[in-house]
């Protein structure tokens, strides 16, 4: 499939070039030339499915004639080698984990799915590919895990000093091998500003393949659309209608999300949950875009100011303001709401909610006041042990860290202090 760039002034791209080159020349993010809907028979007899065949379905389209069908189906087996499991918490409120992979976060599929179609890419390829990626706390991890080793690939992190907790810092700091993290003395913003210059310095680019892991890659961004099908296998048979609510930050999930939905899956509606960072709730109320620089919170990986892929939702809707609406709501919570939300999750059921989590059940419950007869879903994207301050100084009980955790938390921290563009330069160009 042909992908086209968002600003509509450079040529078209395969797969392929997509994923390579992670952002058009133009700057624009690639969007797939079409979106077909998936037969009806596969939604109606979908628990008969396995989530390899649901996702070998649906990311087919995407993907045809540039990798195999075999080569995709192992792509595939590799990539979704974990569970994700609806957990009912109350009456028409259930929980999406999406935190049982390598780094327990959601970001794993994505990550992983990149890493092995670049793997797969650049076979062959006799020059190095460089994955340039900025995160703001759960990205970095899952891209140091998915790329390490992978031949042909090296792979450079900027984050944002001090605005990541521990433990993702070590999952991006720890690895070696092909994976540098780079410690920006800033904001997640900066790093992605940086990110972004990069990939217009021609100088740079004519030295290097330069290419992003961030949710703008279309290997990164749509492959997160398997995770609304396997909910929906598991939720249908309770014949009710069906809400997503998710944790948003550069909004990629929630548009792999409403993907889903084009391909024919039965859900009208999504809400869109944000931390104090609310350029999109803001915009839902005033249909003004006006993005501001991020505000640190206890949500960290939604610190985000001007959400790269809502650009891509507003074109799913062809820039239709009322058609969005009537899919998509809004919501932002501070972070005494945050808390306090997961305070209440587990007095109600006991369940240990993160931060992000409680952020999509707080969307979730303020979009029910009005829609009491939906059911609800909330995506979990990241597992409570990953914000251990926040969330043992929250509610009264210990996390007992998992095995994927314990093995970081004893290797040493490696990184390069920067803070500025020349200084990445400068790092790139030598490398
Ligand atoms: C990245 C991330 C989000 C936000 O996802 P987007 O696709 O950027 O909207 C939410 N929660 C966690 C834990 C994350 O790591």
């Known amino acids: 499939m042909n992908f086209y760039s968002l600003n509509r002034t450079a040529p078209e791209v395969s797969f392929k070039e997509a994923v ?7 700057r624009g993010l690639y969007f797939p030339e079409s979106i077909t809907p998936l037969p009806t028979s596969f939604f ?3 628990e008969s499915l396995s989530n390899h065949e649901i996702a070998f379905n649906a990311i087919h389209q995407f993907v045809s004639d540039e990798i195999p069908n075999d080569e995709l189906r192992a792509i595939l087996t590799n990539v979704l080698d974990f569970d994700f499991p609806v957990v009912q918490l109350e009456e028409n409120v259930a929980t999406l984990e999406l935190f ?3 780094t327990m976060a959601f970001k794993d599929v994505g990550a992983r799915f990149m890493a092995n179609c670049l793997g797969y890419f650049s076979g062959g390829a006799s020059q190095n590919v460089t994955v340039l990626v900025a995160t703001s706390g759960d990205t970095g991890g899952a891209v140091a895990n998915g790329f390490l080793g992978v031949p042909g690939v090296n792979v450079v992190i900027l984050y944002p000093s001090g605005k990541v907790s521990d433990i993702q810092e070590r999952q991006l700091t720890t690895l070696g091998q092909n994976i540098t993290a780079l410690e920006v003395d800033g904001t997640f913003d900066d790093c992605q500003k940086m990110v972004k210059t990069a990939f217009l310095d021609e100088a740079l680019l004519t030295l290097m393949q330069l290419t992003s892991a961030n949710s703008i890659n279309v290997a990164r961004w749509l492959p997160q659309l398997f995770y609304f099908l396997f ?8 014949n009710m209608e069906i809400v997503f609510s998710v944790p948003s930050g550069n909004f990629g999930n929630i548009c792999a999300g409403m993907v889903a939905q084009q391909l024919g899956m039965p859900v009208q509606h999504f809400i869109a949950s944000t931390n104090v960072n609310d ?3 803001r915009f839902m109320r005033t249909q003004e875009y006006d993005p501001k620089p991020s505000t640190a919170t206890i949500s960290n990986a939604m610190d ?3 959400p790269s892929n809502f650009i ?5 809707f062809k820039n239709d303001f009322e058609a969005l609406s009537q899919t998509l709501s809004s919501y932002t919570f501070s972070d005494m709401k945050t808390k306090e939300a997961m305070r209440n999750i587990y007095d109600h059921s006991g369940y240990i909610a993160d931060p992000h989590g409680a952020v999509g ?3 979730l419950k303020k979009y029910q006041e009005n829609h009491p007869d939906t059911c609800g879903v909330f995506l979990e994207t990241a597992h409570p042990v990953k914000f251990l301050d926040v969330v043992e100084e929250t509610i009264p009980e210990k996390i007992s860290i998992p095995a994927q955790i314990q093995k970081v938390l004893h290797q040493k921290k490696k990184s390069i202090k920067i803070s500025s563009y020349e200084e990445l330069k400068a790092f790139l160009l030598q490398a």
């Open 231 to 238: 909910a929906y296998k598991q939720v249908k048979s309770q």
């Open 100 to 102: 049982h992979g390598p």
């Open 361 to 363: 059940y707080l969307g």
């Open 20 to 26: 390579i080159k992670g952002i058009a020349p133009d």
């Open 304 to 306: 985000v100011g001007d």
């Open 44 to 46: 109606e007899g979908i």
């Open 279 to 281: 350029t999109v709730p």
């Open 312 to 316: 891509r939702i507003r074109h799913l």
